[in-house]
């Protein structure tokens, strides 16, 4: 299946990045651990990453990093 959009963007309460994974309606949200400085490609390359990992396919335009 197809993820329609997928964004990253750190959540200051949580003090780590926060994936959403957007199919449709459906949102999912997961956190990942990388620290709060890193490059956007390792962000990129980590949003993917978990999106796989929950069952869903995503083309690399289709992921964006917010600041």
């Known amino acids: 299946m197809n993820a329609d959009r ?3 963007s750190w ?7 926060l994936i959403r994974i957007h ?3 459906e ?3 997961r956190y990942c ?3 709060k400085n890193v490059d956007q490609e390792k ?7 978990t999106a796989r990992d929950e069952g869903y396919e995503v083309a690399q335009g289709s992921i964006s990093v917010l600041p």
């Open 11 to 17: 959540d200051a309460q949580k003090n780590k990045w």
């Open 33 to 35: 651990g990388e620290r």
């Open 27 to 29: 949102v999912i949200r």
């Open 43 to 49: 962000l990129r390359v980590a949003a993917e990453k």
């Open 23 to 25: 199919v449709g309606e």
């Open 6 to 8: 997928v964004e990253v």
